[in-house]
């Protein structure tokens, strides 16, 4: 029987209930007990309560009550505000509507949550945030299905004329004798086309769904939050409505939400506004911050409000389709290379159906049974237009032939395979054509920090004063306290520790903020909590690769006192004085001066990061925000190590035997960076006689326009150095013709990134404008994947140019037998379908064939291809040539000697020409493995596609010759004749074998003609 509770008894339940679900869950065995029994005492009280206040409806018979249904509402949580109003509070930049929730604090609390401790992550209060605010995911346009692909098949004109002439020929077949024998030339036709279309469809359609996969993995960033008072890392999916995140420059902001604390914040919104100028955001103005915007500056946390489909940037991504028709440099050149094979095969088309209609209609072809096909008016139309429709079907064919569409099939094919293949070697593809530009790259511009070290850093040298130092017993009270202030009040990361005794200390940060807190808190004991307490920070200057330093204005009782951090050469240069261990102020003379310089220099030799400390006790600078950045006190410089990646002096070896050019541009000072250089292999000890191969941004800078020019090309190491210096060697490098590939991880980076050639962004250390800016992300920030990268470019562009060479060769060998075969015998030897299926060979077979082999080592011994290197190479044209010419003179000879060398009948001559051509496809395709090697076997049993793909090829051949005789036209041939086609199939071998000895000029043939011309 249902119930009703009053309301006055839902209120005292749900007091209970709440109390109930927050139980704490750290309870002595003892104090479980005692609760136990309170849970049973109360549930009773409840149900006796709710017993009281049920209603009985008029007219019925009162009976006793056996049982009480209570109608449990969902449990919402004590959330004090709804989506709706959070929606409108930043959509609308409601600044009222804030203050009467009692401003960010007000909204922090309506969202049961803490700024410094942020949310409970316990599964239950994630899912409950999310079931009330929502996913922070949006929902995505759907993605093409196999039907798009078909019908996009189906729009090129070469098809649609072909499934015309299909049709026709099926009509006048029928007509003339009968359905049961008069569907085979047209329909043969109809379901040749069907399979091309069909091959041709799924393939584009895997390849469109593998893009769509890479696509959610980019954009599944990292964001760090704060719960249970830790912070860390998760995925941008997993952000929930009450997140306390933080964010550091280059960060995207995951989420709409209200700014809670931080220092000299700006936020780029050109991605929602259009707006190039960057947005303060502070507690005294604008407060909100928008999903999908940058951090372009300082530092902060933000409370989130919305998530998903609620922001404007999830709404606007929603209607937004990826667009994968994204043209790469080299698909745009093989478009022209197709467009003018097209061209070829069109014309020669022309001329064929020219001479056989000329043929035709002179009384000069005669049927099987040695009649002319033609006699004027005893002809029936129907005959006529029959013989012409097949006419036009072999002519429209040769230009299906003739046009190698499989070129873009081979492209997008290679560069599908190798981007799924680059994810497993920690390289994420963001932009199609740098898979192809990666192969021709002839400098590598590459960081040193993470890049070309672990980025595991340990502070293992402190020197204050002048004496160096092992542990902080040795500092007095003054100089410890003021490290402490420096340390915690300095910093962007955070320390956090477990209640338990037991728990570690985890640090939270880049890796060098990391390596300082550690130091601080295990050799110099400091609590960072208990430092923050007690004091409150005025002024922030937030660290850029730029000024390399960072500062911030703190007070304590009144006092208030400036502390800076950063390069110890920049430091040391603000400094006048310096305290010694023993905490006696000291003025830096000029030989104490020199002394410093020698310890920073001592120990950059020893490839250690200096990091220098200073502070001063004002602020001269006063009613300012502006830090005061000369005569400071100097507290000590610590020494940081940053171990070499164990593979990455081999993969800088790697590049070098390539001929690619390998330059370290960092922003540590020249003696760390030339330790670090040499010790990864970037400088040898021929370098030691060039005066230009390590060099200071600073000096690169003021070099004339000119200088830098001659210059560039002999620097190996820049340090010291601005994203402006990457940017103008990138410049200065790509005006003298080289193709540049850039590394990068900041924000400021991001210029170099879009002017290079290729920018490689770092997946770890890297920020999300770096990121954005980027064409490839390296998953694992190591040198050793960039060179991995270096060598699938180079995999793509070389499986490319077998693939042409093996389709070249089939276009020119077929365009010159039906030609020939048409002028001089009035009829082609290769019927449409045979044509069709050589096609579907040649294209989609052929393609996954060759475009599908994994890089060899042997890549990395050639030059780079460079800017202007030709797509088809005077290797490619000896190899193709060479092969065509063979196949050329064989069906010739059949074509014309072919019935009294086999006696055979026309027919079966016909079959042999046709076997014979397809076979000599097969045996080339394992030529065109390789473009130079002789042994193509080599490697042979690791590509299981291609043999697979041989196999299925040699197969259908045999089904479509001896088992497929009226819809391929073709007839049985028995042991000898199949013996005939596989040996000189297979006679390709040795040829292929033999021409490449024969050796080629490195100039390019067409550049001699070039020449011709000009002069």
Known sequence: ????????????????????????????????????????????????????????????????????????????GDFTIDQETLNNLVKNKNQEKLESLGGPNGLVSALQTNTRLGINEEADEIQLRRSTFGFNTYTRPP??????????????????????????????????????????????????????????????????????????????IKIDVVRNGRRQEVSIFDIVVGDIVCLNIGDQVPADGVFVEGHSLHVDESSMTGESDHVEVNLNGNIFLFSGTKIADGFGKMVVTSVGMNTAWGQMMSHISRDTNEQ??????????????????????????????????????????????????????????????????????????????????????????????????????????????????????????????????????????????????????????????????????????????????????SPTEKAILSWAVEELKMDMEEVMREHDVLHVEAFNSEKKRSGVLIKKRGEITVHWKGAAEKILAMCSTFYDGYGVAKEIQEDDKVKFEKIIQSMAAKSLRCIAFAYSERNDNNGTNKLKEENLTLLGIIGIKDPCRPGVKKAVEDCKL??????????????????????????????????????????????????????????????????????????????????????????NDAPALKEADIGLSMGIQGTEVAKESSDIVILDDNFASVATVLKWGRCVYNNIQKFIQFQLTVNVAA???????????????????????????????????????????????????GRTGPLITNVMWRNLLAQAVYQIAVLLVFQFRGREVFDVTER????????????????????????????????????????????????????????????????????????????????????????????????????????????
């Open 1 to 76: 029987m249902a119930t009703q509770v009053s309301d006055h008894a839902k209120k005292g339940n749900s007091v209970g209930v709440k109390f109930l679900l927050e139980l704490p869950k750290t309870l002595s065995t003892s104090s479980k007990k005692w609760h136990q029994a309170f849970i049973k005492i109360y549930s009773l009280r409840t149900i006796l309560n709710c017993a009281k206040h049920t209603i009985r409806k008029p007219g019925l018979f009162p009976r006793s009550i056996s049982y009480t249904a209570i109608d449990l509402d969902h449990y919402q």
């Open 143 to 220: 993605s093409k299905s196999l039907l798009h692909f078909v019908v996009e098949a189906f729009n090129d004109v070469t098809i649609l004329i072909l499934l015309g002439c299909a049709t026709l020929s099926l009509g006048f077949g029928i007509k003339e004798h009968g359905l049961k024998e008069g569907w085979y030339d047209g329909g043969s036709i109809y379901v040749a086309v069907f399979l091309v279309v069909a091959v041709s469809a799924v393939s584009n359609f895997r390849q469109n769904r593998q893009f769509d996969k890479l696509s959610k993995v980019s954009s599944n």
């Open 328 to 509: 790469t440099p080299l698909q745009t050149r093989l478009n022209k290379l197709t467009s003018s094979i097209g061209k070829v095969g069109l014309l020669v088309a022309f001329l064929v159906l020219l001479v056989l209609l000329v043929r035709y209609f002179t009384g000069s072809t005669k049927d099987d049974s040695g009649n002319r096909e033609y006699n004027g008016k005893k002809t029936k139309s129907d005959e006529i237009v029959n013989a012409v429709v097949e006419m036009v079907a072999a002519a429209v064919t040769i230009i299906v032939v003739a046009i190698p569409e499989g070129l873009p099939l081979a492209v997008t094919l290679t560069l599908a395979y190798s981007m799924k293949r680059m994810m497993k070697d920690q390289a994420m593809v963001r932009k199609l054509s740098a898979c192809e530009t990666m192969g021709s790259a002839t400098t590598i511009c590459t960081d040193k920090t993470g890049t070309l070290t672990l980025n595991q850093m340990k502070v293992t040298e402190f020197w204050s004063g002048l004496e160096s130092r092992n542990a902080s017993s040795s500092l007095s009270r003054t100089v410890l306290e003021l490290f402490h202030q420096g340390v915690a009040m300095n910093t962007t990361g955070s320390v956090f520790k477990g209640d338990s005794i037991s728990s570690e200390y985890e640090f939270s940060g």
């Open 658 to 747: 390539a001929g690619v050019s390998i330059k370290m541009i960092t922003g540590d000072n020249i003696f760390t960076a030339r330790a670090i250089a040499v010790e990864c292999g970037i400088l040898t000890p021929e370098d030691e006689t060039n005066e230009d191969a390590v060099l200071e941004g600073e000096a690169f800078r003021t070099y004339t326009q000119q200088q830098r020019l001659e210059k560039v090309e002999r620097i190996k190491v820049m340090a010291r150095s601005s994203p402006f210096d990457k940017l103008l060697m990138v410049k200065c490098l790509k005006e003298l013709g080289h193709v540049v590939a850039v590394t990068g991880d900041g924000t």
């Open 815 to 865: 365009l010159v037998i039906n030609f020939v075969a048409a002028v001089s015998a009035g009829e082609v030897p290769l019927t449409a379908v045979q044509l069709l299926w050589v096609n579907l060979i040649m294209d989609t077979l052929g393609a996954l064939a060759l475009a599908t082999e994994k890089p060899s080592n042997d890549l990395m011994k050639n030059k780079p291809v």
């Open 908 to 1015: 079966v001559k016909n079959t042999l020409i046709f076997n014979t051509f397809v076979l000599c496809q097969v045996f080339n395709e394992f030529n065109a493995r390789s473009l130079e090697k002789k042994n193509v076997f080599e490697g042979l049993h690791k590509n299981r596609l291609f043999v697979g793909i041989i196999v299925v090829t040699v197969a259908l051949q045999v089904v479509m010759v001896e088992f497929l005789k009226r819809f391929a036209d073709t007839e049985r041939l028995n042991w000898g004749q199949w013996g005939v086609c596989v040996a000189i199939g297979a006679a390709s071998w040795p040829i292929g074998w033999l021409v490449k000895c024969v050796p080629v000029p490195e100039k390019h043939f067409f550049s001699y003609l070039k020449w011709k011309k000009r002069s």
